[in-house]
């Protein structure tokens, strides 16, 4: 009777431990989240300043119902404030690129095809870029923090 005891208590024991996790895995638990910690850092939002690249069409197509907002070739989503500088990439003569949002409105022409180079400052708030003769299928927006 006295090992039966003393065996279920060992099960106990082991199964304890075993839910806790121990057995070797806390150093690497450790370097998991430590990883974690630097991807939420390095992909959160950028520091102030840089190049913004909007481009309406394709190389390939230039009328390509297109249009993007990148900087360091990632698509924005969230910025800091700041101040920035806009290169538009306009291919196409159908479409246009066009920034709107708090103190900023800068646009393409629709009819021609151009390489423009803007300074902005982006202030906190919400931004959208369209092509305005397709704004209902050609837009996006992105958020800049304080």
């Not at 070797?24 to 690249?53: K, M, N, R, S, Y």
């Not at 982006?122 to 304080?146: I, K, R, W």
């Amino acid at each position: 009777m006295r090992s039966i005891r003393l065996a279920l208590a060992a099960l106990l024991a082991i199964g304890v431990l075993v839910a806790a996790g121990c057995g070797g895995d806390d150093e690497e638990a450790a370097t998991d989240t430590t990883t974690t910690e630097e991807t939420t850092t390095t992909t959160g939002t950028p520091a102030a300043g840089g190049t913004l690249v909007g481009t309406v069409g394709t190389s390939d197509d230039p009328n390509a119902f297109t249009i993007s907002l990148t900087m360091d070739g990632s698509p924005v989503s969230t910025l800091a404030a700041g101040d920035y500088t806009l290169e538009i990439d306009d291919q196409s003569s159908i479409h246009n690129f066009h920034l709107t949002g708090p103190g900023v409105d800068v646009a393409s022409d629709v009819g021609g095809t151009e390489d423009e180079t803007s300074d902005i400052t982006l202030e906190a708030g919400s931004y959208t870029f369209q092509c305005d003769p397709h704004a209902s299928s050609m837009n996006g927006s992105f958020e800049v923090t304080g």
